[in-house]
């Protein structure tokens, strides 16, 4: 039995109805197992600017950081697009706040959902990719600047931001099939080519891991003709928030996508891929699926709990298996529905 602190933020539009997914699995998973998780749901992104002013209130940035583990829905919508400060700002705060550089993506392929693909099932069976996506630093974080006329963002990185995060890649490759390729745009970016360089330097720690590099347009063509050649996949915050949207079609949606958001110590955050998708928020329609998946990573990477966090994933194939799934793959049930069907399976 062990005690665990566990904060969600469910911020907007969907992002509560996912949260309140992935909390349904998540219990059931303390009483499967003889967990006690002890949950708080703090406020950020547009709900929070509603409430404080603040995309990120101090209140809520002291509670994940006494957490154990911290899950987040989404956040943003029309409703704060012309609003002085973003409910965006709020995400970017909090993962730079609590240091998460590494933010691993994972994109399967369930042989249940190969024909919900737009592309062929023979181009993507058995794809298992895992995108490692460095996420404090890059465009994200340089300086702006505006005028009437003018607009730039700056696009830094320094060794130590490129090889703390590719350290993770080449362990991660090491640990599953031993391919890594790392994607950049070292053809036209400084900051590409610092990464490239310094990729192939710590490549000599890890000679048994095989390494090649991609340019990120042609990655981005390769990932649609031929996803099954890759295994890790390591890049920088844009490039890899884009990929792995990308990577989501190849699963079939990108409510399938789960993603963990980790740091060298401290709480990770545990967030789908997906966004707040106003289109369909509010109408318990959205996958809770990247959601559990991102659960189940909690379990793994912020609780070590693995046997737990193999019993969700089991859980989740189970149910696709089953055919229990919302619309966007196929199925009828709505977002609690499967929620539900998934933690009855534990
Ligand atoms: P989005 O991911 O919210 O939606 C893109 C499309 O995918 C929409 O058609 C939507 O209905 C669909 N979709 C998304 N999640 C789904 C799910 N779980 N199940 C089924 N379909 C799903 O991207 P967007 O529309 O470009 O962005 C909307 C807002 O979300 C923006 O304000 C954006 O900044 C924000 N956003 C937040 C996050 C995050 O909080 N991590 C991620 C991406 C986008
Ligand atoms: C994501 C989102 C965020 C990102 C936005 C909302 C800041 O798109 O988590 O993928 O770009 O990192
Ligand atoms: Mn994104």
Redesign the pocket.
């Known amino acids: 039995m062990s005690r665990c602190s566990l904060v969600l933020l469910p911020?907007d539009?969907?992002?509560a109805e996912?949260t309140r997914a992935a909390r349904v699995v998540l219990e059931a998973a303390a009483v499967r197992f003889g967990h006690d998780f002890a949950f708080t749901e703090h406020l950020i992104?547009g709900a929070a600017i509603d409430a404080t002013g603040e995309p990120l209130p101090e209140a809520t940035l002291e509670a994940c950081l006494l957490a154990d583990a911290v899950f987040?829905?989404?956040?943003?919508?029309p409703k704060w697009?012309q609003a002085p400060k973003r409910?965006?700002q709020g995400?970017l705060a909090i993962r730079k706040r609590l240091g998460l550089f590494a933010n691993l993506r994972p994109a399967t392929v369930d042989e249940a959902l190969i024909t919900r693909s737009p592309l062929k099932p023979e181009a993507v069976r058995g794809v298992d990719i895992l995108i490692v996506r460095e996420l404090t630093g890059g465009v994200y974080f340089g300086e702006r600047t505006r005028t009437e006329t003018t607009a730039s963002d700056l696009c830094t990185y320094s060794v130590e931001e490129i090889e703390r995060v590719a350290r993770i890649a080449f362990e991660a490759a090491r640990g599953r099939c031993g391919r890594l390729t790392s994607v950049d745009k070292a053809n036209v970016l400084e900051t590409s080519r610092l990464w490239r360089e310094t990729v192939v330097r710590l490549h000599r720690d890890y000679p048994d891991v095989a390494l090649e590099h991609q340019l990120v347009d042609s990655m981005a063509m390769k990932l649609i003709t031929s996803p099954a050649d890759y295994d890790v996949v390591l890049t920088e915050n844009m490039f890899g928030d884009i990929l792995s949207?990308e990577a989501s079609v190849l699963a079939g949606?990108?409510?399938l996508l789960g993603s963990a958001s980790l740091g060298a110590s401290g709480p990770g955050i545990f967030?789908?891929?997906?966004?707040?998708?106003?289109?369909?928020a509010g109408q318990d329609?959205?996958?809770?699926i990247?959601?559990i998946r991102s659960a189940a990573m909690l379990l793994r990477y912020g609780l070590k709990l693995e046997t737990e966090a193999d019993a969700v994933e089991a859980a989740v194939v189970a149910a696709i298996v089953a055919g229990q799934l919302?619309g966007?793959v196929g199925g009828t049930l709505g977002t609690q529905a499967v929620a539900e069907g998934i933690a009855a399976r534990l």
Do not use: C, F, Q, Y
């Not at 329609?285 to 809770?288: H, S």
């Open positions: 911020g539009g969907v992002g996912v992104g987040l829905g989404a956040v943003g919508g697009d409910p965006e995400l949207d949606s990108i409510g967030e789908p891929i997906h966004g707040s998708a106003p289109d369909i329609r959205a996958n809770p990247g959601a919302t966007d």
